[in-house]
């Protein structure tokens, strides 16, 4: 793996709390987790993202932290964090974990002082206005769940800033202290032996929010100085943030415009996300064409994130109504299945009706697409979703690892469980679990061990530059090229159902002894590539050349 470890990472995000019970209480914990590494690192995974890990009262799942240097009792304590990481790092995994610092919970104890007195040393920590704002129904980040940005409080007396909800008071990232605590905070986990932070809604984190005015100022400068500051604390330490905005101004969360990587490192790929969700909705490649020929010019060292399914739902606000429509019609049509008008609240398995080959084109897909991938936990087994639950909970359900009861995640009684596990029809635990998975060699498990094995073979997909092959194609095929120091992939991959023969004839002069690493079936030599036959859904992942000095 290079320099840069994160362009070449496989990237697994898992909420702790629902994955592997130690103690039988119900909830997931550090330990348990420790007990899954051997799993993980079977898997192929290289990098452990972990939601929200803090002490919270946990009214939007941990995002509203109570306590940034600790851990949730729940989980364990920071021993067993710091033996998680010891015994992940045994393994080559590095762990990251979430930096939620553009919000406190309302019960954090700088807030309540905050409140307390104007003459609070944490009062200006937060935002706050004496009249109120008219704004104050603007901006909303959950519509339908939240109904104003501005709340009064009786106490304090003055209305506080909330982009989300009214219980995550906002802080004032223009305080310096501010600032230094944010820091100070992430000093803290470094040394503990993280390999960094994914930061949570970067755009608001650097808002420089003024009352009155919904379109306030963002604050770049800030993370020029955190890249610096967590730069200087552990050389390879990452930055991984959540900036869902237009493609136009991505460039300036990378760098300050001087062709220098000096902020981000790495950026989900939100604007693909939707174009993906979009060409497997209508079977046809052409945005992803145009996402692959739209996406920004980006500085040394900077990389996109790649994702299918993650830990919030499926976000189509970048998509026109009648692109957000055909996805929604396809994917999501019942209204319990979305989420706050724009997005999908279910995961990749039942969205393609459990249907194993749609299932593989999709990862096989994004996987071999720019940038680093990011899978869900259980994804790898094809999990499906509750929707009978909450919102956002219902992907959030307990990891099925067996046949036991609770799937093998607790001893726990059922009612006890953090959550239910998922126990009925096509994917209750009884029939998708890992358990059976991993006695069976054709399983999905098996199938996301062999693909992950060849991604790590071909770092020319993270590292290198990705294009489209821009020859005639039959409908619904997407045919594109990774380039790198190691050499050159081609991929095949056949969004429609019916089989089809692409001729890459064209490339035959760069080829090398081409011949297929991965395929939905055998397709026989690879030949001259004049007449490569193609499955319907089906995929060929193609070593064209490779590097003799590599």
């Given at each position: ?23 039988g ?12 590494l ?16 803090h002490?919270?009262p ?127 905070i ?100 052409e ?11 980006l ?63 999709a ?38 690892w ?11 009684d ?45 770092p ?14 039959p ?76």
């Open positions: 793996m290079g320099d840069r470890w994160y362009s070449e990472a496989v990237v697994y995000c898992l909420d702790v709390d629902t994955y592997a019970d130690s103690d209480d119900g909830v997931g914990d550090f330990r348990g987790l420790i007990g899954r051997d799993y993980l690192a079977r898997l192929g995974v290289t990098c452990l993202w972990l939601n929200p890990i002490p919270s946990n009214q939007d799942d941990g995002y509203d932290a109570t306590d940034f240097y600790n851990v949730d009792p729940r989980l364990g304590t920071l021993g067993d964090f710091a033996e998680l990481l010891h015994q992940a790092q045994n393994r080559g995994i590095r762990v990251i974990i979430d930096l939620v610092v553009n919000h406190t919970s309302d019960q954090h104890p700088w807030f309540q002082s905050a409140r307390s007195s104007p003459d609070s040393p944490y009062r200006d920590w937060y935002v706050w206005a004496d009249h109120e704002p008219a704004d104050r129904h603007q901006g909303m980040v959950f519509p339908g769940e939240q109904h104003e940005t501005w709340s009064y409080d009786r106490t304090a007396k003055a209305w506080y800033y909330h982009r989300f909800y009214k219980f995550q008071p906002d802080l004032n990232i223009e305080n310096p202290k501010v600032r230094e605590e944010i820091k100070k992430t000093s803290f986990w470094l040394q503990l032996g993280v390999s960094g932070f994914r930061m949570d809604a970067v755009p608001f984190i650097i808002e420089q929010t003024e009352p009155g005015n919904p379109n306030a100022p963002k604050d770049f400068d800030f993370l020029t100085d955190l890249r610096q500051h967590v730069q200087w604390r552990r050389g390879d330490a990452v930055l991984l943030a959540e900036a869902n905005v237009e493609p136009d101004q991505l460039p300036v969360y990378f760098g300050d415009g001087s062709g220098s990587g000096n902020r981000i490192h790495m950026l989900f790929d939100f604007m693909l996300n939707g174009r993906l969700m979009l060409a497997l909705a209508r079977e046809d490649p945005a992803i064409i145009d996402a692959l020929r739209d996406t920004p010019k500085p040394t060292g900077g990389q996109w994130a790649t994702f299918l399914r993650n830990h919030d739902e499926i976000d189509l606000s970048r998509l026109t109504a009648d692109q957000r429509n055909d996805v929604l019609a396809k994917f999501g049509p019942d209204e319990n299945m979305q989420l706050y008008g724009r997005g999908i609240r279910r995961r990749l398995a039942p969205m393609l009706g459990n249907d194993r080959r749609h299932i593989e084109l990862y096989a897909l994004q996987f071999s697409l720019r940038g680093t991938p990011v899978l869900r936990y259980g994804e790898e087994i094809g999990m499906g979703e509750n929707l009978a639950l909450d919102g956002r909970d219902a992907i959030r359900t307990p990891m099925q067996s046949y036991k009861e609770n799937g093998g995640f607790s001893t726990a059922p009612e006890k469980l953090i959550r239910p596990v998922i126990d009925k029809g096509d994917f209750g635990y009884q029939k998708v679990n890992v358990t059976a998975q991993r006695a069976d060699s054709t399983s999905l498990l098996a199938w996301f061990e062999r693909m992950i094995r060849t991604l790590r073979e071909a020319e997909i993270g590292s290198g530059s990705t294009t489209h092959i821009d020859v005639p194609m409908a619904g095929v997407l045919a594109h090229r990774a380039d790198g120091p190691t050499g050159t992939m081609v991929f095949l991959h056949n969004l429609g159902t019916e089989d089809v023969e692409v001729d890459l004839s064209t490339l035959a002069a760069e080829a090398d002894l081409p011949i297929d690493v991965l395929t939905d079936r055998g397709y026989g030599d690879v030949g001259k590539l004049d007449s490569l036959k193609l499955g319907g859904h089906g995929y060929r992942w193609i070593r064209l050349c490779r590097s003799t000095t590599y």
